[in-house]
Structures are given as C-alpha cells and as structure tokens.
C-alpha cells in the first residue's frame, strides 16, 4: 500500500476538503481507506455526513499513563515534585496532587520516588474506530479527549486501524492536523507522498514553508496545492516561482468559490457537490497516481 | 490592573488570527496592548500585521548527554523512556533519537552508573516586535521539534514578567484542543473561541467548550462569516454550554483582500467584543 499524506502548517486552508474530494476521486480506480489523523479536532467524515453516531466502531483507547500518589505511602518528600519536568505534580495538603492535562506519564516520579507510592495507571484519552463512506471507502478516525496528552501517539493508532480495517487498500490518504509539532510529525512519517495545500496569502506562505521542511526532513517526494489561488494572483506566482526554485511540483490551481462553504455545510464533497470540479479533482488524482505509483 | 484574554478557536482557520490582530490593533490606539503569538508551530500575527520581528531568546529543552566511558551497556535507559528517545540493545552503546525526547529524566535516574548529565538542544525563539501602539511577542517552534507546548510555557513567563506594562493582553492561541492550547489558556481570564457556522466550526467548537470546562474556564463565542452557513447548530451548542454568542462577524471579500495583501485587518466594531 501506497500512502499521501495531506498537510499545510496553516489551519483552514482546505486540507480536509480537499482531502475528501481526491479521496472520492482516487476511489473511482483504486482501493483506498483514509485517516482523519487531526485527532483534536477530527472533522474528516464529517464532509461525508458521517458523524460519530453512524459509525461502524467508536471505542475508548488509552495510549498514555498518567501518575498516581498513594496517599498512605506518600512521606511527603517532595522527590517527586522536584523532578518533573512538566509542572505537572504540585503539594496540596502536604500530599502531591497530578495536574492530569500536564502529566506526560513519562514516570520519571514513579523512579524517584523512595516510598513507592506513585505507580503510574492507564488512561483512556481518546476515541478510536472507523466508518464507511457511501463511495465504498472508510475513514479511520480518533478524537483525542479535549486536553489530554499524546496525540502523536493516538494519530499512531489511527494510522494502524485504516491499515487493518481495509488491508488490501492500493493506497491510504492521511489528513493531517494543522501546525507543525507532535501530531503532524507522527502524521507526516512513513509516507510515500506528502500534498501539502497552501493558500495565497503571508500566512499560508509562510506555513506552506514550515510544513515543507517537516516534510523535507523525512525525505518525502511532495507536491503543492494552492488553494482559493486567485485570491492574490501576485502571491500565487511567487508561491509558484519558490516551487519552481526548489523543484517541487504544483498539482493544481484551485479557485476561490463559494461553493467549498456551502458543500461543506452540506456535507459533501465538492467533486460531488458541483460537477464542474470533477475534471479538476480527475486531474489532481492523475497525477497523484503517476507520482506515488510510477 | 491588566486583563488578559486568549482567542482560540479549535477548527483551524476559523479566523483566530483575524480577530486577534484586528481586535489587538483597534484597541492600542487608545490603550497599552501586548498582543501574544501563541500558535507556536506557525506563528502568523507578524505577518498580519506587517511586523519585523527581531529576536527576544532561544529557548532550550535539556536532553540527556551520555559518558560512554561510564555506560556499562546495561540497557536501563531504554527500558524506561518512554517516548522512544533511547533506543538500547544489548552489548551496544544506546541511540538516541534527540527529536523525540521530551526532557523527562527518566533515564538520568534510572541510570545505574551516573553516566547521564544534561545539555541543551534548541526548540525555538521568542520574537518580539511593534506597530504603531501595539506591541507584539511571538513564538516560534523550530521545525521538527514536537513540543509546542514548552515555547508556550515560555511565553507565559515572558507575559508574568511584562504584564503590568499594559491594560490589555491578547493571546492568540494553535488551532486544536491539546497541550499548546491549554498552556495558552493558563494567564487568561477570558477566553473568546472564534467559530463558524459550518458543520466542521461547530464541531470543533463543541470540543473546545468542552475543554474550557473541564478546566473550569469560561469561553464566550465570536461568530464569523455567520452568513454563509447555518448558525442555529450554534445556537444549540450556546445553549448547551451556557454560554453566549458576544459578536458576529459577516463574510466579507475585504477581509479576505487586505488578509490575502497582508495589510492589517480592520473588523467593524469590534471593541464591543470588550463591552460584552
């Protein structure tokens, strides 16, 4: 199997958008399965209608420990509090109390402590499972508990589930998050292709950059997609020249157009939505396919 | 005293920074403002608002230094990392993998023959910079390094250090619900989540209400382009949270234009966000 990574640094430049239409698109020739791998805020089966009541499987999932005191044991040292790194353990009442949204459930206390009253326990700190698009396609999904920790781990798990829940898919399309730290990391590693979709404005610019080095760390063949490109048409030739400089190839030109808005409030694909962009997304499939494949 | 609030939002692109610039700006013409850069990984307020930052710190994360004259190939500090960092096998000398260590310690204690210490790796910069009035201070992850949250961290004590400055301290959080965002969260006593009314806005929406909750926060809403799609899903989570919608913004080609330009963003009315 095959694997695309869809990124961009900047948030709400299209990548889920873009992402479920190239999907649709690919689908009509290949077997595919995808994973929404923007695990705080998984939005991908939403553009298909698919929320996370009509899915196939949402279960629990714990991919991180956090430390607990035993309060009988605890000599009140101290030890514990002094050693993390992460502020997460502060003295209340004279017994130290975990701040669970900054334990990293590293157990760097459990070792340092000499009474033996910290263990560390499981947590569940998402949701993991899948759904099954009306194309014939399904989407692994996993929405991280708000304010837990770990979501390089759990976007991990979700690229393993779209691995068993469809083993003989051609290729997977991974739906990165925005930014450029954890999650995107563990999004962006182990691909064989990265579409990273930029807008033309500074911002996207500058973020089409940042995602581009991640990307370039892992030594990844990539193309770009510049969105809403009429927007600027200036900044969309200089986006056009960096990619020209520095040989990476532009896989398409979208317009800006209304019609993204009221698809995705629709919840339908745009390739879909309005038949006029089946040529454009038919297009950007080919030649994803001639990349990745040939 | 100072009030200080952060701008989030969950979905990305919902227009966090659009508000935070232009909300910052139109209120430093007549008050002391600090406008804060919280989205780390890509920090675009400076962009927005046409500013050259210059360099303020570097920020360092410690990670193990290891003597291999002491190690003794025991292979206790791969059994205890928990992040992968330290890869051990056996009768060789540990790999560590310096992008994925988080800094915990855990193998300087588990360390038998005290053959760990420290030394600094760089994660990022602190920025600071100016626009007429306003001042702005910006963080900066540096690429390939997982932990946004600890450039937050540092921003926050950067705030503690200057907040007297100023009447108004805006903070403009990441998109998302994880570590980086709450770090954002910590100094604020208002948080203002800018949505809009697309199926995809009032889901991540919810997730960030649920959030602002759980730690015991109170988040109003801004509603942009609250034309082009359909707000009673807001309204839903509104009354579902207990919480209110403080301002609406409407589509609008001309925020898109000076957004796309890079001129400063001007939103019409927006101090009534502070009167609410």
């Keep these: ?294 | 005293m100072v009030e200080i609030i952060a701008i989030t939002g969950g979905k990305g692109g919902t227009g966090k920074s659009t508000v935070a610039t232009a909300l910052a700006y139109e209120l430093s013409k007549s008050n002391s403002v600090l406008l804060v850069d919280a989205d780390v990984d890509c920090p675009n307020d400076h962009l927005l608002l046409n500013i050259n930052r210059e360099e303020l710190n570097t920020v360092y994360q410690r990670i193990p230094k290891i003597d291999l004259n002491k190690c003794t190939k025991c292979g206790q500090c791969g059994k205890v990392c928990k992040t992968k960092a330290l890869i051990t096998i056996k009768d060789r000398n540990p790999i560590f993998v310096q992008e994925q260590c988080n800094g915990c310690g855990s193998c300087k204690i588990a360390c038998p023959e005290d053959a760990i210490s420290w030394q600094d790796k760089e994660i990022g910069k602190l920025y600071k910079g100016s626009r007429d009035n306003l001042n702005l201070l910006s963080g900066d992850l540096k690429t390939n390094q997982p932990i946004s949250e600890f450039i937050v961290n540092h921003l926050n004590e950067e705030i503690e250090k200057i907040k007297d400055n100023y009447e108004y301290i805006i903070i403009d959080t990441a998109a998302g619900t994880h570590c980086p965002v709450i770090a954002a969260f910590e100094l604020a006593s208002k948080v203002i989540a800018v949505t809009e009314p697309t199926p995809l806005g009032v889901h991540d929406l919810e997730i960030i209400l649920r959030l602002l909750k759980k730690i015991n926060k109170y988040g109003t809403v801004i509603v942009n382009r609250f034309d082009i799609g359909n707000i009673q899903k807001v309204n839903e989570l509104i009354t579902k949270y207990n919480t209110r919608i403080i301002f609406k913004i409407p589509f609008s080609k001309d925020i898109v234009d000076s957004y796309s330009k890079g001129n400063p963003i001007q939103i019409k009315n927006i101090l009534e966000v502070l009167k609410q």
């Design chain 1, 1 to 294: 199997m095959k694997s695309i990574v869809v990124l961009s640094g900047k948030g709400g430049v299209g990548k889920s958008s873009i992402a479920a239409s190239l999907a649709v698109a690919l689908s009509k020739e290949k077997n595919i399965v995808c994973a929404d791998c923007d695990v705080d805020a998984s939005n991908l089966s939403l553009l298909f209608a698919l929320s996370e009541d009509k899915y196939e499987e949402w279960n629990p999932l714990s991919t991180n420990q956090i430390a607990t005191v035993d309060k009988e044991k605890c000599i009140s040292c101290g030890q514990c509090i002094k050693t993390c790194y992460f502020k997460a353990l502060k003295l209340k009442d004279n017994i130290p109390t975990v701040d669970e949204f900054g334990c990293e459930g590293c157990g760097a206390c459990e070792l340092i402590c000499p009474a033996n009253a910290i263990k560390l326990k499981d947590i569940n700190n998402a949701h993991i499972g899948y759904t099954k698009t009306k194309y014939g396609f399904s989407i692994a999904s996993a929405q991280l508990e708000p304010g837990n920790s770990g979501s390089g781990k759990v976007v991990a798990e979700v690229k393993k589930k779209a691995n068993e829940i469809s083993q003989k898919a051609d290729i997977l399309i991974v739906d990165s998050s925005a930014g450029i730290g954890c999650p995107v990391i563990a999004s962006v590693t182990g691909n064989d292709y990265a579409i990273i979709v930029t807008e033309p404005t500074p911002s996207g610019f500058s973020d089409l950059k940042k995602a581009l080095e991640v990307v370039n760390h892992f030594r990844i063949k990539k193309g770009i997609i510049i969105n809403k490109f009429d927007l600027n048409n200036k900044f969309t030739e200089k986006i056009c020249s960096f990619a020209e400089e520095n040989q990476i190839k532009i896989l398409k030109k979208i317009p800006f157009d209304k019609e993204f808005v009221h698809a995705m409030t629709k919840m339908i694909p745009i390739i879909d939505y309005n038949k006029k962009y089946e040529v454009l997304f038919d297009d950007i499939k080919n030649k994803v396919i001639t990349e990745v494949i040939e």
